[in-house]
């Protein structure tokens, strides 16, 4: 019978901020587009302008929007400096190897197994989460251009000069918003596409199952 041993892939702060970011982004996504188009008015009975559900919606996509920004700062210096994260930082030594991106390639073409990989993520993994938080800096950035545009004081004034120098870069407030509102399309057509290869992988391969990053632990197959 075929053994494995665990190895401790994500430490705790990975793993929790990946759940936080997870709920962060669900939540942003909703309000986001409730603020895009809102198709709900709060039925008081009174004719009078009250409920502010609009309000409330925009109240809660600030809130989300600057937990998602200080957690994904945090996460960044993890990856960066930290020890707990060395095993992360080890997936750019396969990441420029292009032997072993053609062996992965193969595998997600069904042509062949899974090369043993030397950090936590295969090569085409840490180029789409690169890229996927290249997406979580362009949003947040564009998120702060709007929210300074309308809130002049405390924070919003601070970062004020910063914001208003980027949007001109992006044309203007009205491009800004457009961009926000486009990249939020790109997490929605990324999130069904990572539950899905992280469930065709823990499927496919076991041992690296979808619990890793829940326990931070995944098993590897020892050698006989
Ligand atoms: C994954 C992250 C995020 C998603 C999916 C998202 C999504 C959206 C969407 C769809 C809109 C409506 C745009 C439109 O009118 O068409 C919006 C508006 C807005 N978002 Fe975000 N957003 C995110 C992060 C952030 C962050 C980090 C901030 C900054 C704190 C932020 C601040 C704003 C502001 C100020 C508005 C405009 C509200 C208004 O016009 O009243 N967002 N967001």
Redesign the pocket.
């Known amino acids: 019978m075929a053994s494995y041993k665990p190895i401790y892939e994500f430490s705790k702060l990975t793993r929790i901020f990946h759940w936080i970011r997870a709920i962060a982004?669900f939540a942003?996504?909703a309000t986001?587009?409730y603020?895009?188009y809102p198709f709900l008015a709060p039925d008081n009975f009174s004719g009078e302008p009250t409920g502010f559900l609009y309000a409330l919606m925009?109240s809660w996509?600030?809130i989300f929007?600057?937990l998602?920004?200080a957690i994904s700062i945090f996460r960044i210096y993890l990856f960066v400096f930290t020890k707990e994260c060395s095993f992360e930082r080890k997936s750019f030594l396969d990441f420029i190897n292009p032997i072993v991106w053609i062996k992965i390639l193969k595998t997600y073409m069904l042509l062949g197994g899974h090369p043993h990989m030397k950090g936590a993520y295969n090569p085409l993994q840490l180029a789409t989460y690169m890229f996927v938080m290249f997406l979580i800096v362009a949003?947040?950035l564009t998120?702060?251009i709007?929210?300074a545009n309308?809130y002049h004081e405390g924070l919003g004034g601070f970062i004020a000069p910063a914001m208003k120098s980027l949007e001109v870069v992006f044309g203007g407030i009205a491009n800004v918003?457009l961009w926000?509102?486009i990249l939020?399309w790109a997490?929605v057509i990324f999130i069904p596409i990572h539950i899905y290869m992280a469930s065709w992988n823990a499927t496919r391969f076991p041992g690296s199952g979808i619990d890793t990053i829940v326990s931070g632990v995944k098993f590897e197959k020892e050698e006989q």
């Open positions: 982004i942003l996504i986001g587009f603020i895009a925009r996509h600030l929007g600057f998602l920004i949003i947040c998120g702060l709007l929210h309308v918003r926000h509102h939020t997490f």
